[in-house]
């Protein structure tokens, strides 16, 4: 089920293969048809944020490694000297996303 959920192809085209059937051409009415998965390369933003992880010595939970990518001006921060790391605001170029 959860393949199903995260298939970046046709959504028929996986049921079908599921039960032994092919299909060579997407059906052109499932959701993944009509509006395409946008894919992104994020190798860049993983080794910013494995670089941060590792300069904060691996200390800090998510929430604060963000908080330091994006240049956060806090108490926190300027208390552990992470407001000087190479990483420190070198992700300011993202926006936040809450949900």
Do not use: W
């Amino acid at each position: 089920m959860s393949a199903f959920a995260e298939a970046q192809t046709c959504r028929r085209q996986v049921l079908l293969n599921y039960f032994g059937e092919y299909r060579e051409q997407p059906c052109g009415n499932c959701d993944i048809c009509l509006d395409p998965p946008k894919h992104f390369d994020a190798t860049q933003e993983a080794q910013k944020a494995l670089s941060c992880v590792y300069r904060v010595n691996q200390s800090f939970g998510i929430s604060y490694v963000v908080e330091v990518l994006r240049g956060m001006s806090n108490i926190r921060i300027r208390e552990h000297g992470h407001d000087k790391l190479t990483t420190y605001g070198i992700g300011r170029d993202h926006s936040t996303i809450t949900g």
